[in-house]
């Protein structure tokens, strides 16, 4: 059995209460960094812990906290990133919905040391339960006196707030989230400067994923020298992952990183393998923005070593074999998927999604979306993967913020992995557009809701 | 502090863009800028077609950047080597920034009043394929009226945002902007408002394409055959120095004076813009410099004066071949 550091106790009775939190250990982590540590050692802390952001870049936290500029007279703030809307990515929500005050107790402890007096909780708009449950739970720990004036006795003041988004993808990416929070369109800022520089209303900020800020409890808990041991090379702790798709148990897992891939799909402690007896045939490992993995790569390494569920071991080999961590979106695809109409659909979203500020991806998008279409719909051509190919290069690391390499980067690897499946759609047009791509197993809903009406 | 751009040196101040230190060097080394408008807090970075490669980040620290970078948003730092003409990474990127804008720009040069001052005619012209790739519909609008002096031609818009924050900061009231996103984006007025104060008629001359016309001109002539006179009056709104498009003995347009990047060099109001078409009304200054680049200057063309270093620099020779070429040729 893995380690579990954030879910230990989701299944306790309650663990959304302040009173049960408390009871199983709740809120020591804040105390204890209160009254003993001073924010510097707190953030030492999170740096000897080599805690990478788990919204999907995979950045040193404690690193990124360091570089907060510092000026006398400016106030800091911290954002923690819950509009979690990447496709395949759920692990968030399932956090802020069962187990709230985990995330209120790691930004109480991450604004501490960051010297923030108000903090923000940037929701998805359509997020409402969740909303409505982190604002209770806020409530609680207010009048628990573990918010607002001088937390427990210290001195420490801190206002949290939870802010609905807006409902766009890129208010995800963490300036476009700042306009957002300011209450402008949410289009990504030109950076530098950074947002450690110059992030809400200018002053600076930082913002961290629902994950990441949750995981400095365990941290501050435990010390950061002991949550360094868990895990592997500069993957440490604990990581929870989303897992989707044709998978017999899918759900949120907290994994120890480092679990081997195929243990994660095949064993019933994960995954239990893949759902009706299928063969696994492919595997997008971090959220749909990350390249997608035939079954072959995604289970072995380019050394032909088993891959690990790292942040290295799912990068070996760059693009070409390898894939990222990303957010943790695990979602698996079992051989009776098509990956064209996987990819149109992942390219429509990044169409759909693209804030149009600048030209690559405002363009690119959609001209990918509809080559993809053409494909899906058996109007392809031989020349449209190699076209496809080029316009996602003409994309990639071209754009203000990374929604470009993100819709490139999903086209790119399909055709690099299956471009025979694409190929396949071009000379057998009329088979590919009458196929049902998997539903076959599912109850039609048209046939019940005739019957009741008789 | 230095910074090299192509092999050619120079020193700037501080916090200066690449796109400004190459524009101190001149020629060919000077990114295209479709979005940066130097008067304009803000702007630029959107367009990317000023994309660099950072060959040297510094002197402190020489790592390459990994990625290529906006010109126009990124400040130098000492020591800092970049490539502009030099890169077959960036002709290769600014390539597909071309065919992107394209995608949704018509080519109508033939029927547009900015052809000849077109900054992607000459962005396509130098960048462009032969033949596009993209096989689908274009988005289309229907030319949307916002006031007797402007006409918006959505249709031609390449969302460089420049009239927007032209609005934001030039006058003291904006009525349009962006509405929708991706690329249903387009720039309107808030429910179909006029775009009516003094200066209004800025946008028209921050519009890199033919997106915004002079509703005073359109259709009255093209612009090579026109003669531009620099002139100036006392204006109690603005500075009062123009330039005036002249049709044999007739104004047929005004305009604010631009630099050789296309950027007018101080804004103007809308009365010198539209309501002062008599020679009467202006003291003349003297015919306008026109840039060689410019399809006005049609047999006066200025010579090349290729500085020293590229001369001797056989990359550099390379990367201005054309210009050699066409110097050769007149």
Redesign the interface.
């Known amino acids: 059995m893995g380690r579990k550091l954030l879910l230990e106790h989701i299944n306790v009775p309650g663990i959304n209460t302040l009173e049960v939190y408390r009871q199983k250990g709740g809120y020591a982590a804040v105390e204890k960094a209160l009254k003993t540590l001073t924010p510097d050692e707190v953030v030492e802390e999170v740096k000897k812990s080599g805690l990478r952001g788990r919204g999907g870049a995979g950045f040193p936290t404690g690193m990124k906290w360091s570089f907060l500029a510092k000026p006398e007279g400016v106030p800091r703030y911290l954002v923690c990133n819950a509009d979690e809307s990447e496709p395949g990515t759920f692990k968030d929500r399932y956090l802020m919905t069962y187990i709230p005050h985990l995330l209120i107790e790691g930004m109480i402890a991450a604004s501490y040391a960051l010297g923030a007096n108000t903090s923000y909780i940037y929701v998805r708009g359509e997020m409402m339960p969740q909303i409505r449950i982190l604002e209770r739970a806020i409530a609680e720990a207010k009048n628990a006196g573990l918010l607002g004036k001088n937390i427990f006795g210290t001195g420490y003041n801190l206002e949290l707030y939870v802010q609905p988004g807006g409902g766009a993808y890129i208010c995800g990416e963490e300036t476009a989230l700042l306009e957002s929070l300011e209450g402008k369109r949410g289009n990504p800022r030109i950076k530098p400067p950074f947002p450690a520089i110059a992030g809400l209303y200018g002053c600076p900020t930082v913002v961290n994923n629902v994950e990441s800020i949750a995981a400095v409890v365990p941290i501050i808990n435990e010390g950061g020298d002991e949550y360094a041991k868990i895990g592997i090379g500069r993957s440490t702790g604990t990581k929870l992952i989303s897992a989707s798709g044709n998978l017999k148990k899918p759900g949120v897992y907290e994994i120890e990183l480092g679990v081997p891939v195929e243990e994660f799909i095949y064993s019933d402690e994960y995954c239990g393998g893949i759902a009706n007896g299928k063969r696994l045939k492919a595997v997008v490992a971090g959220g749909s923005s990350v390249p997608i993995l035939p079954a072959n790569l995604i289970l072995k390494t380019i050394n032909n070593e088993a891959r690990l569920m790292s942040y290295e071991s799912l990068s070996d080999g760059g693009f070409a074999t390898g894939s990222m961590m990303g957010s943790g979106g695990f979602i698996a695809f079992d051989e009776d998927q098509c990956i064209v109409r996987n990819t149109w659909n992942f390219s429509r979203f990044y169409h759909h999604e693209s804030c149009g500020q600048c030209s690559p991806c405002r363009e690119g998008t959609g001209w990918m979306e509809k080559v993809l279409h053409r494909l899906e719909y058996g109007h392809g051509k031989m020349s449209d993967m190699d076209l496809l190919v080029d316009v996602s290069k003409k994309i990639e690391g071209n754009t203000i913020c990374p929604l470009g390499d993100a819709a490139a980067w999903p086209v790119a690897s399909a055709i690099r992995h299956f471009r025979d499946e694409f190929e396949w759609h071009v000379t057998n047009a009329a088979e590919a557009t009458s196929r049902n791509y998997g539903l076959a197993n599912y109850a039609d809903p048209l046939p019940k809701v005739e019957k009741a009406e008789a | 502090m230095k910074v090299t751009i192509d092999g050619i040196t120079v020193d700037v101040e501080p916090g200066t863009s690449i796109l400004n230190a190459a524009r101190q060097i001149g020629g060919d080394i000077v990114p295209p800028a479709m979005c940066y408008y130097s008067k304009l807090e803000g702007s ?6 000023c ?1 660099v490669k950072v060959s040297k980040g510094s002197e402190k620290d020489p790592r390459p950047m990994p ?2 970078v ?1 010109s126009c ?1 990124t ?1 130098v730092m000492d020591g800092m080597e970049v490539q502009n003409i030099t890169s077959p990474e960036v002709i290769e ?1 600014r390539k ?2 071309v ?3 394209l ?2 720009h018509p080519l109508d040069c033939p029927v547009c009043d900015q052809a000849g001052e077109c900054h992607l005619q000459d962005l396509g012209y130098e960048h462009g394929a032969a033949k596009t ?2 096989e ?1 519909d274009r988005r289309t609008f229907e030319k949307i009226d916002i006031g007797d002096k402007i006409q918006l031609h959505m249709t031609r818009c ?2 460089c ?1 420049r009239c927007v924050f032209t609005a934001d900061q030039i006058t003291n009231t904006r009525l349009h902007g ?1 509405l ?6 387009e720039i309107s007025t808030y429910i179909q408002k006029a775009v009516d104060n003094d200066f209004s008629g800025n946008v028209i001359d921050v519009c890199p394409v033919g997106a915004l016309t002079d509703k005073t001109f359109r259709f009255k002539n093209r612009v090579w055959f026109t003669k531009p006179v620099e002139a100036h009056r006392d204006c109690d709104k603005c500075c009062g120095k123009v330039t005036l498009w002249y049709k044999g003995e007739d104004v047929i347009r005004v305009t604010g004076r631009k630099d050789v990047y296309g950027e007018v060099e101080e804004f103007i109001c809308n009365t010198c813009r539209f309501d002062k078409k008599k020679t009467a009304d202006w003291t003349i200054e003297g015919p306008r410099k026109v840039s060689h680049k410019s399809v006005i200057s049609a047999n006066h063309y200025e010579t090349m004066k290729p500085l020293p270093v590229v001369k001797t620099n056989p990359l550099l020779q390379e990367a201005n071949k054309e210009q050699f070429e066409r110097e050769t040729r007149l």
């Open positions: 630029g970075g959107k367009c990317r077609t994309l990625k290529l906006a948003r400040t990127a597909g920034v065919e992107m804008l995608i949704n790739r993209y689908f390449i969302l945002y962006i929708n996103r991706g690329d249903h984006s």
